[in-house]
Nanobody
Framework: HVQLVESGGGSVQAGGSLRLSCAVS????????MAWFRQAPGKEREGVAQ???????TIADSMKGRFTISQDNAKNTLFLQMNSLKPEDTAKYYC??????????????????????WGQGTQVTVS
């Protein structure tokens, strides 16, 4: 049974920071990639950041230098630290998981179809 539950969203002024958390339950699966996506009203879902099974990270170009992804394996929690927030960062942020009981792909992608499991999302509003 897989569960992803996001928290930490809210409203913040431009230039501020937020840290999103995703409580992860993926019993019996290998976590190939864990990722954060976001979706603004009227826009497609876009990749924000991801972390692979050995801790390697990929940040989307527009967020490099501002966003950091990390995980606490002992607490089964994925984090997204967002600094220097801009109004265009306003969106619903989703935690996503690419899981496997065997082989993991090795190339990171920000294609939503590569992630089979999703949380319910948490809203971030920057004004």
């Amino acid at each position: 049974h897989v569960q992803l539950v996001e928290s930490g969203g809210g409203s913040v002024q431009a230039g501020g920071s937020l840290r999103l958390s995703c409580a992860v339950s993926t019993i019996s699966y290998k976590r190939c990639f864990m990722a954060w996506f976001r979706q603004a009203p009227g826009k497609e879902r876009e990749g924000v950041a991801q972390i692979d099974s050995i801790g390697g990270t990929t940040i989307a170009d527009s967020m490099k230098g501002r966003f950091t992804i990390s995980q606490d394996n002992a607490k089964n929690t994925l984090f997204l630290q967002m600094n220097s927030l801009k109004p265009e960062d306003t969106a619903k942020y989703y935690c996503a998981a690419d899981l496997s009981r065997g082989y993991c792909r090795t190339v990171p992608t920000f294609l939503p179809r590569d992630f089979a499991y999703w949380g319910q999302g948490t809203q971030v509003t920057v004004s």
